[in-house]
Antibody
Framework: EVQLVESGGNLVKPGGSLRLSCEAS????????MSWVRQAPGKGLEWVST????????YYADSVKGRFTISRDNSINKLFLQMNSLSVEDTAVYFC??????????????WGQGTLVLVSS | DIQMTQSPSTLTASVGDRVTITCRAS??????LAWYQQKPGKAPNLLIY???TLQSGVPSRFSGSGSGTEFTLTINSLQPDDFATYYC????????FGQGTKLEIK
């Protein structure tokens, strides 16, 4: 059974940093690209970042480029999102998601339960 | 960036109705479009990918069509469990979601 479990969400002050983690199990982690998607309270889904299966190619939404860094450690089946220079606009539930097609781009077929990041003074 | 526009934003319907949600892309994305269902407090659930391919385990009353810039999600014979918010997502160039369509019970 595929499982994705996010952690690391917390209350942080504007300008602060936070590192999210996503622990994956139930599939061959290093065969699939992985993404982070966020959802601000009462708002829609926003794609944040995607990383290739090897970790060599990251992609970012313009809203987070230069502030967020996606990475993965295939030896421990974990995905990360380092978030710096946080602003109130980054307040959201952050979901980790597995890309459906092995070795390629595509939709996300499995999602974690989400972790809440609250940026407030 | 490819922009995705869904309509309507809110849709009110009754159990047993047939409903259609539209998603338009700002440029051609071929068939690289997915549809998701999301219920309050839950993660999204993939319904359809490649514009018209039903994800395993999704009821056949859900169907998708379209290519290029215009796509539709149709739900036949609405069930109580279908009242939720629906999102389209393009994966042709990076990834972008539509703003969502909330399907409410009449």
């Amino acid at each position: 059974e595929v499982q994705l479990v996010e952690s690391g969400g917390n209350l942080v002050k504007p300008g602060g940093s936070l590192r999210l983690s996503c622990e994956a199990s139930g599939f061959t982690f290093d065969t699939y690209a992985m993404s982070w998607v966020r959802q601000a309270p009462g708002k829609g889904l926003e794609w944040v970042s995607t990383i290739s299966l090897s970790g060599g190619t990251p992609y970012y939404a313009d809203s987070v480029k230069g502030r967020f860094t996606i990475s993965r450690d295939n030896s421990i089946n974990k995905l990360f999102l380092q978030m710096n220079s946080l602003s109130v606009e980054d307040t959201a539930v952050y979901f980790c998601a597995k890309i459906a097609v092995a070795g390629s781009r595509g939709p996300a077929d499995y999602w974690g339960q989400g972790t809440l990041v609250l940026v407030s003074s | 960036d490819i922009q995705m526009t869904q309509s309507p934003s809110t849709l009110t319907a009754s159990v047993g109705d047939r409903v259609t949600i539209t998603c338009r892309a700002s440029e051609s994305i071929g068939s690289r479009l997915a549809w998701y269902q999301q219920k309050p407090g839950k993660a999204p659930n993939l319904l359809i990918y490649k514009a018209s391919t039903l994800q395993s385990g999704v009821p056949s009353r859900f169907s998708g069509s379209g290519s290029g810039t215009e796509f539709t999600l149709t739900i036949n014979s609405l069930q109580p469990d279908d009242f939720a918010t629906y999102y389209c997502q393009q994966y042709s160039s990076l990834y972008n979601f539509g703003q969502g369509t909330k399907l409410e019970i009449k």
